[in-house]
C-alpha cells in the first residue's frame, strides 16, 4: 500500500486550484485539510475537493494530527509567519513564490526547517519542468556561457482594474507584491539555479502610483558572462528566453513554464555567408501536468528525510530574493515587511 502524506492547504485561490490539478497524478498525495480566512470559504472549498477537515487558524490545523504538510498559497506578506508557525509545529512546508517578502524572512524560514528538521521548498514550477532538466543537461553542449536572456511580460487583467483606481492583491505593496515578486521571480530563479548568484545587479523599472512596479529590466554581472531579465505586467512580449555560448545557443519557447527547447550549434565563422546551422528540437514531452513535477519533488523530499531539493534549494531561494530585494532597492518599492528588518 503506497503511503500517503497528508496535505493542509493555506489559500483558497486559483493557484491553490492548479496545485491540486497536478497533485491528483501523484498517488502519495492526500488533501486532507483546507485552512481560510472565513469558515464559509474553507467549507466551499473542502466541498468541492471532498476534503472534511477545515480550519480558519494556522495554528490550530499546525497543532492538529490530520496533515503532515502544508501548501502554502496566500499573500506573499503571510509566507513567512505562516511557514515557520507550520514548521514548529512539525509540518513540512510548500511554500508558493516568491518565498517571503525579503530575504530576511527567507533566512528565518531556512533556520526553522533546520531546527525542526522539516522539509521546506519553494513552488516554483519553472525548474522542476522536465524541460529544465533537459536544459540542464546540454548546458556543457555551449561551451563557454555567454549570456542569458529571459523575457516574462503578461498583461494582467488587473491592470484594468488598477487603471479604474482600484488597487488589487497584484500592485499592492501592503502584501508585498508587484510585478517583480509576481511574475520577474520566473526570469530570475531558473538564472540563479544554472549559474548562481551574480555579482551585481542593475535594475530600471516602471513604477506605479501604488508605489509597486509594473515593469522592468534587470542585467546581471558574472565573472564571464551577462544576464538579462525582462518582466511586466502591463504590457505583454512574445520573445523566448536564450542561452548563448561560443559553441551554441539554446532556445527556450517560455521561461515558466518550459515547454519547447531548441539546440543552434555555433556555425562556421564565415562573415555571415557560410552555411545557416541547423536547429534542433531537444524538448521533453511532459508526462504530466505542470505543477505535478513540484508536489512529487516535495513528497519525494520528505520520504528521504531530506530538509531541502538540491534544484529548488534554500541556498537558490535565498539568492533569489537577495537579487529581487536589490532590485527592489534601486526602484524604490519598498514593503511594510521590510520595517521589521
Known amino acids: 500500500m503506497v503511503k500517503k502524506v497528508r496535505f493542509g492547504?493555506?489559500?483558497?485561490?486559483?493557484?491553490?486550484?492548479?496545485?491540486?490539478?497536478?497533485?491528483?497524478?501523484?498517488?502519495?498525495?492526500?488533501?486532507?485539510?483546507?485552512?481560510?480566512?472565513?469558515?464559509?470559504?474553507?467549507?466551499?472549498?473542502?466541498?468541492?475537493?471532498?476534503?472534511?477537515h477545515t480550519f480558519t487558524s494556522v495554528e490550530e490545523m499546525a497543532s492538529s494530527d490530520v496533515v503532515d504538510a502544508v501548501y502554502i498559497a496566500t499573500p506573499n506578506c503571510t509566507h513567512a509567519e505562516i511557514a515557520i508557525t507550520c514548521m514548529n509545529r512539525g509540518k513540512h512546508v510548500l511554500c508558493e513564490k516568491p518565498m517571503a517578502s525579503n530575504a530576511h524572512e527567507v533566512k528565518q524560514m531556512i533556520e526553522a526547517a533546520k531546527k525542526n528538521h522539516v522539509t521546506l521548498m519553494e513552488a516554483m514550477i519553472a525548474t522542476m519542468?522536465?524541460?529544465?532538466?533537459?536544459?540542464?543537461?546540454?548546458?556543457?553542449?555551449?561551451?563557454?556561457?555567454?549570456?542569458?536572456?529571459?523575457?516574462?511580460?503578461?498583461?494582467?487583467?488587473?491592470?484594468?482594474?488598477?487603471?479604474?483606481?482600484?488597487?488589487?492583491?497584484?500592485?499592492?505593496?501592503?502584501?508585498?507584491?508587484g510585478a517583480m515578486m509576481d511574475i520577474g521571480v520566473y526570469t530570475i530563479y531558473p538564472l540563479i539555479a544554472l549559474f548562481g548568484k551574480p555579482n551585481a545587479v542593475n535594475a530600471?523599472?516602471?513604477?506605479?502610483?501604488?508605489?509597486?512596479?509594473?515593469?522592468?529590466?534587470?542585467?546581471?554581472?558574472?565573472?564571464?558572462?551577462?544576464?538579462?531579465?525582462?518582466?511586466?505586467?502591463?504590457?505583454?512580449?512574445?520573445?523566448?528566453?536564450?542561452?548563448?555560448?561560443?559553441d551554441g545557443n539554446l532556445i527556450m519557447d517560455e521561461i515558466h513554464t518550459i515547454r519547447k527547447v531548441t539546440y543552434i550549434p555555433r556555425p562556421a565563422a564565415m562573415s555571415g555567408r557560410g552555411p545557416k546551422a541547423e536547429p534542433q528540437d531537444v524538448s521533453v514531452k511532459a508526462e504530466h501536468d505542470d505543477y505535478y513535477y513540484e508536489v512529487a519533488e516535495f513528497i519525494n523530499l520528505i520520504e528521504q528525510e531530506k530538509l531541502e531539493s538540491e534544484i529548488n534549494s534554500h541556498a537558490v531561494s535565498l539568492a533569489t530574493i537577495e537579487v529581487i530585494d536589490e532590485v527592489r532597492k534601486q526602484l524604490g518599492v519598498a514593503f511594510p515587511a521590510d520595517k521589521k528588518l
Open 204 to 246: 530600471q523599472g516602471v513604477m506605479l502610483s501604488s508605489g509597486t512596479d509594473g515593469q522592468g529590466v534587470v542585467n546581471l554581472l558574472y565573472d564571464e558572462m551577462n544576464a538579462t531579465a525582462l518582466y511586466s505586467k502591463i504590457a505583454n512580449s512574445y520573445l523566448p528566453t536564450e542561452i548563448e555560448g561560443e
Open 9 to 52: 492547504v493555506v489559500g483558497t485561490n486559483k493557484i491553490t486550484d492548479w496545485l491540486l490539478a497536478g497533485a491528483k497524478e501523484d498517488e502519495r498525495f492526500e488533501l486532507s485539510a483546507i485552512c481560510s480566512r472565513t469558515q464559509e470559504r474553507a467549507d466551499e472549498f473542502a466541498a468541492k475537493y471532498g476534503v472534511k
Open 129 to 177: 519542468n522536465p524541460n529544465f532538466v533537459k536544459l540542464q543537461e546540454l548546458l556543457p553542449k555551449l561551451g563557454t556561457i555567454r549570456r542569458y536572456f529571459a523575457s516574462y511580460c503578461q498583461y494582467s487583467s488587473r491592470y484594468d482594474k488598477f487603471k479604474e483606481g482600484i488597487v488589487l492583491n497584484a500592485f499592492n505593496p501592503a502584501l508585498s507584491n
